[in-house]
């Protein structure tokens, strides 16, 4: 099984200070499967990195995402979906980005997790 995780869950993850850190630590800790990025998911880590972290340096970033890329269960879905392809979802405050998560999934054959 892969996730295809939102924008917020490795931001969660990464920073400490997070409201939902333990929430995401958590999850993270008990689910066994493979985890998946892609460059909407990366994007997010790093400029939500620089704007929420006590380290709001670009290098602090930079080292969280190489932690997430370099970790064992990780995989990278690099040409597996487009964002323009993306429809907005009418049912989740018709956000472009979770049809993308969930197209990216599904082209993963993987599951979206949001809402950890």
Known sequence: ?????????????????????????????????????????????????????????????????????AHARHEYLAGKFWLYRAEADPYHGGQAGDGCLAGGAGAAQGWAAGDV
């Not at 099984?1 to 920073?15: E, G, K, Q, R």
């Not at 939500?48 to 190489?66: G, I, N, P, V």
């Open 1 to 69: 099984m892969t996730w295809l995780t939102d924008s917020n869950v490795p931001v969660a993850l990464a920073i400490d200070t997070h409201e939902f850190h333990g929430r995401a630590s958590r999850w993270f800790a008990r689910e066994r499967g493979s985890f998946a990025t892609c460059a909407v998911t990366q994007g997010a880590l790093l400029r939500l990195h620089m704007t929420l972290a006590q380290d709001r340096s670009a290098e602090a970033a930079w080292a969280s995402l190489a932690g997430f890329a």
